[in-house]
């Protein structure tokens, strides 16, 4: 699936992914390919990326990676939307 990460700054990252796990404002939850449409408020948390992902230097301090497919990206809170696996996270 496709994912892009947008702050009010710029776009922080912009690829394809495995999934994506998000801290929702009534929990945390996962989307992988062909997860059905939704929108969805987050609150302040970690998201987790799986899959290999390249993110531009000069967002590189923005993310934490884990493991050779794992990445992090805390987040102050935020609006998620999945539809047609493509995945927009607006983020602060």
């Known amino acids: 699936m496709h994912l892009e990460i947008i702050s ?3 776009t922080l990252f912009s690829g394809e992914v495995a999934s994506v796990t998000v801290p929702g404002s009534a929990g945390s939850f996962q989307m992988l390919n062909d997860h059905a449409p939704i929108v969805s408020t987050l ?5 987790t990326i799986n899959g290999k992902i390249e ?3 000069a967002f590189k301090s923005k993310f934490k990676q884990v493991s050779s497919d794992t990445t992090l990206f805390e987040i102050s809170a935020g609006t998620v939307e999945m539809k047609n696996n493509k995945l ?5």
């Open 43 to 47: 609150k302040q948390g970690t998201v």
């Open 55 to 57: 993110v531009q230097d």
């Open 8 to 10: 009010p700054e710029a």
């Open 88 to 92: 927009i996270l607006l983020a602060d």
